[in-house]
């Protein structure tokens, strides 16, 4: 178990960017793939990124690709959603999760969630 801390939301117009931080405790983070999620009003909780265990590899769905960065520092027990050129449409609960490494990063079982983040871009 790892206990999984979101912080690094808020406002923002867009065009702009934030970057969102999530603090690992409780387990060796270095141990586990790492991913970003979110959650529209009325929508389901979606994949965005998600990044191995050794930082080496990362993975992205479409909407994001070339705007969203995710990195992670094992030094600090932390991993990074870094945005930019956000929209409107990316306002959500951002929310990072912790699985054990699998063969590929779209295989990863998430069951470790952070508490999320609340990210509104305004036009």
């Known amino acids: 178990q790892v206990q999984l801390v979101e912080s690094g939301g808020g406002l923002v117009q867009a065009g702009g960017s934030l970057r969102l931080s999530c603090a690992a405790s409780?387990?060796?983070?270095?141990?586990?793939?790492m991913g970003w999620f979110r959650q529209a009003p009325g929508k389901e909780r979606d994949f965005i990124a998600a990044i191995n265990w050794r930082g080496t590899s990362t993975y992205y769905t479409d909407s994001v690709k070339g705007r969203f960065t995710i990195s992670r520092d094992n030094g600090k027990n932390t991993v990074y959603l870094q945005m930019r050129s956000l929209k409107v449409e990316d306002t959500a609960i951002y929310y990072c999760?912790?699985?054990?490494?699998?063969?590929?990063?779209?295989?990863?079982?998430?069951?470790?969630w952070g508490q999320g983040t609340q990210v509104t871009v305004s036009s």
């Open positions: 999760a912790a699985g054990s490494p699998a063969i590929t990063l779209t295989r990863v079982k998430y069951d470790n």
């Open positions: 409780g387990r060796t983070f270095s141990s586990y793939d």
